[in-house]
């Protein structure tokens, strides 16, 4: 397990690379951070560093400060059943379209063009990688790791991006 400055354990989800323009490729973790369950993308280079929080944390002390410096008015009246305001009945407001009764998630599919070269040197262009990866039973941690050039093959199938 693993902790930042702040004592906070968190476990690495996962590691991809970014082509900036400025920068060149930057690589970028994933992380999960064990306490609170929220999960960050964060530069390696701080990961390494352990020089990060959980801004999750950081959002909650921020919004108890805000509450915290408010000050009621002093010419307010108190709630009482003689003074609340009763409002109109909303019901009656219809939106402008109607909402779908369900709505199905589309299966993902690959934002860039990936290119699938079998054992016997045929190149393959996939659409959808999920898709492709139940078909031919593949793990996809190991796609993704040949698609980041972390190994070369994965069940003697090669994956490169177009």
């Not at 290119?115 to 078909?135: C, R, S, W």
């Amino acid at each position: 397990m693993n902790y930042n400055k702040k004592k906070q354990p968190f476990t690495v989800l996962g590691r991809f690379t970014i082509l900036e323009s400025e920068k060149g490729d930057v690589e970028y973790c994933r992380i999960k951070f064990h306490n609170t369950g929220h999960v960050a993308v964060i530069p390696a280079g701080v990961v390494r560093s352990n020089d990060f929080e959980d801004e999750s944390l950081v959002n909650e002390e921020e919004d108890i400060a805000v509450t915290t410096e408010f000050e009621p008015e002093m010419h307010a009246e108190p709630t009482t059943p003689e003074n609340k305001v009763v409002q109109d009945d909303i019901t009656s407001i219809q939106p402008d379209h109607e909402e779908p009764e369900s709505i199905e998630e589309e299966p993902l599919k690959a934002e860039v063009k990936i290119i699938a070269t079998n054992p016997d040197g045929e190149e393959i262009q996939v659409e959808d990688l999920e898709a492709f990866v139940a078909e031919h039973d593949f793990d996809m941690e190991a796609v993704e790791a040949c698609l980041a050039g972390e190994q070369k093959t994965h069940k003697k199938w090669r994956f490169a991006t177009a």
